[in-house]
């Protein structure tokens, strides 16, 4: 094993929190030049590289030739120019960049400006070169065992692999359950448990999970107020569609 296989090793192994290799807690990775990486090819996750970037400044362009590009401001404020696109970014704003398709932080309001960025690998041709919503400001919608979401990124926002979502999760376990896309989630606020096949890892801000189509899981919030995350997954779709293990599908409540 050479010396760059050990350490990617490394990180991964450390991330296998209760031996559920599924999560990676904060405490188990490094921030490297501006970069904390989390689930990507090496650690198994075959169609996501998801990462969190760290601007303290203005920077130079980016770009991803063969990947699209979702991000999710988690801190800090500043402004993001993506292709023809320039908004002003600040928590819970979302951007949608095409592969091939330019992206810049020219300006850093309030440092460091931290953003949530998930690379696609592979997606489907794009319907447009970029976009940019507020999550925020979105309409909640229901899911099962009382939790909610609001989109964010969608195909109708140009992006035909992703879906992006905020989920809110009330106190409490939901059923076992899976879904039938392939997931990558990053805790934004609260405390719970990762419970797969028996095994668990606890959940805080900043650890992330990721979550292959049909594998059978549940997320547990054991504080005494909501847990948010931010879900990414393929192919597009709602983040309600769910399946309990005998295949049934999960209900969903009726809108009064």
Not at 16 to 29: D, F, N
Not at 130 to 154: E, I, N
Not at 226 to 249: C, E, H, K
Request: charged content about 25%; glycine content about 10%; some cysteine.
């Amino acid at each position: 094993m050479t010396a760059h296989e050990h350490k990617r090793a490394t990180r991964f192994d450390a991330g296998k929190v209760a031996r559920v290799r599924y999560s990676i807690g904060p405490q188990a990775v490094e921030e490297s030049a501006g970069v904390t990486r989390l689930f990507d090819r090496d650690s198994g996750c075959e169609t996501f590289t998801q990462r969190v970037l760290a601007f303290a400044e203005p920077n130079g362009e980016r770009r991803e030739e063969a990947a699209d590009e979702v991000l999710y401001v988690l801190a800090g404020s500043g402004e993001v120019v993506a292709g023809e696109t320039r908004r002003r970014a600040r928590p819970g704003g979302a951007v949608f960049v095409a592969a091939g398709c330019p992206w810049r932080v020219e300006r850093v309001d309030s440092a460091p400006l931290r953003i949530l960025s998930v690379l696609v690998l592979d997606p489907l041709p794009a319907a447009g070169r970029a976009a940019y919503v507020d999550a925020d400001g979105a309409s909640p919608l229901d899911a099962t065992a009382g939790r909610d979401f609001r989109l964010a990124l969608t195909p109708d926002h140009g992006c035909t692999t992703v879906t992006q979502f905020v989920g809110r999760i009330p106190p409490g376990r939901a059923p076992d359950h899976f879904h039938t896309y392939d997931e990558v989630i990053y805790v934004l606020d609260g405390t719970g448990t990762l419970h797969i096949g028996g095994e668990t890892a606890p959940l805080e801000p900043a650890a992330a999970v990721h979550l292959p189509a049909r594998l059978v899981h549940s997320l547990e919030n054991t504080g005494a107020s909501d847990m948010l995350v931010l879900g990414v997954f393929r192919p597009a779709g709602s983040p309600a569609d769910a399946y309990y293990p005998d295949g049934t599908p999960a209900a969903v409540p009726e809108s009064s």
